[in-house]
Structures are given as C-alpha cells and as structure tokens.
C-alpha cells in the first residue's frame, strides 16, 4: 500500500525525498487554490516565476502577469493573488497564459520538482486530486506551503482532509505529521471554514479584506481540475497526459 506523508512547511523539505513519489503542493490561501480556478476557467497554463521583475518581463511574451506579496498585488501586473481574478471578468483570462509570483506558493512548487510528479492542491479540487492519486499508486507527500517557512493551519488542514478520503487505500498511520493532520481535520468537523477563522492568515487575509476569498478557498470540489507541474509549466492534468 502506498504511503502519504505530509511536509509541514517547504523548510522541511531537506528531509524528505520526493524522488520516486508524488508531491501535492499545497497553498490554500491563496496560491494554490488561485491556479486551480484560473485552469477552470480556461487559463492554458502557468508559469511560476520567483521575482516580480520575472513574471514583469513575460507580458513582452504575450502572458498575464499575477505578482503578490504579502497579500497585496504589485504594481504594474494584470492580477494578484486572488481566485477572484479569475472569475470576476475584469481581466480576460480564458485562453491566456499566466506568469505567477507569490509569497509562498511559488517557492514550495519550486521545491518540490525532484518529485516524480508534481500536482497542485487546494479544496476546491480536493476529491480529483484524491481520485489522481489512487490512480498513481505511487507514496504520496503533501508538501506545504506555510507562511514564510512557518506551519500553517489551512495547508495542514488540506493534507488532513486529503489523507481522510484516502486513508484506506493508502498507508496513513506511519507518519506523525499525518497522524496529526488527520487529527486536525477531525478537530475541525463539521466546519472547517468556522475553524479556520481562527488562523493567522486568515486575520492577515481579513485585515487586507479578502474574507470573501477565505470563504471560498475552503469550498470543497468546486472544480475537479487537476494541475500539473512539469518543465516549468503547470497545465490541467488531462492535457498533460495527452501531450
Ligand atoms: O496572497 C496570499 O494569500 C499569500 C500572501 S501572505 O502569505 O499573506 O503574505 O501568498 P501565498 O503565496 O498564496 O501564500
């Protein structure tokens, strides 16, 4: 039986070695559950890029351009962090590609390549991504994306979440991160979205006031795209099995 693990935070990632597994990066709030909207909503793919400038430098190259940091979009780029600005029509995203640079997000998903195969998380995909694990068959390590190298409640909840719909195809009692995340997924019941108010992001989210971005990246299923993260790009799952 296939094993999940869970990497509190991308500091802890020397520890771990993703070769041969599959990484969930995970960044609920809000990286990880922007790119899954953006894909829904017919984005071709992403790249994630370190610096502003970077992601800056690609509009030259036809690309969207997403930079946040501490929340807050910057200056000069098309979209910040938010799920929002993938759904609310200011900016025409369908067909478009989409340079991104956030706080955390980016850095965990760079971290994370020496994984066999590297696919995004968050719960408004959290029952596809379940459903592309079981068909993987491979160990399984969610990696955090935590706040600024810090453990965070939302991406450990997530991997919680996670290891609870599968927890009797795969190998969840060995390890004490998952033991504990599982726990905390119970401790949340039946509100998750109640119990992270709770969460530092969350306050640092509502001073910047991005409740209604909270309040939505803890929808479950909303979408069952699966992003993939290979050779710099992540595309939907389907298209990158075709290619
Ligand atoms: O925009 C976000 O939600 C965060 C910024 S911070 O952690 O609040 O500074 O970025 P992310 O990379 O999605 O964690």
């Known amino acids: 039986m296939p094993t999940l693990d869970i990497c509190f935070s991308p500091e802890l990632l020397t520890l771990y070695d993703l070769r041969g597994r599959v990484a969930v990066v995970v960044d609920v709030l809000r990286a990880t559950s922007s790119i899954v909207t953006a894909l829904a909503q017919g984005v071709t793919h992403l790249v994630p890029v370190s610096e502003v400038t970077e992601c800056q430098a690609m509009a030259a190259q036809g690309y969207l351009t997403a930079a946040e940091r501490d929340g807050r979009q910057m200056e000069g780029v098309d979209l910040g962090n938010s799920p929002f600005g993938y759904l609310d029509g200011i900016v025409a995203v369908r067909d478009r590609a989409v340079a991104i ?18 696919v995004v998380g968050a719960f408004l995909n959290l029952s596809a991504v ?15 994306a935590g706040w600024k190298g810090n453990f965070c409640l939302e991406d450990t909840l997530f991997g919680g979440a996670l290891a609870h719909h599968l927890a009797t195809e795969f190998n969840t009692t060995d390890s004490d991160a998952t033991l504990a995340a599982l726990d905390l997924w119970q401790a949340a019941q039946p509100d998750a979205a109640s119990y992270l108010l709770k ?24 979408y069952d795209v699966v992003p993939v993260y290979s050779e710099g790009r992540i595309v939907a799952a389907l298209q990158s099995v075709q290619s």
């Not at 640079?101 to 590297?118: I, P």
């Not at 379940?130 to 955090?144: E, I, N, T």
């Not at 209604?212 to 299923?221: A, I, L, T």
């Open 101 to 118: 640079t956030t706080t955390n997000g980016t850095r965990a998903l760079h971290l994370s390549q020496t994984a066999d195969t590297v």
């Open 130 to 144: 379940a459903d592309f694990l079981r068909r993987q068959q491979k160990d399984v390590v969610v990696v955090c």
């Open 199 to 222: 969460s530092a992001h969350v306050r640092r989210l509502n001073s910047l006031e991005s409740h209604k971005d909270m309040e939505f990246c803890v929808r479950q299923d909303v």
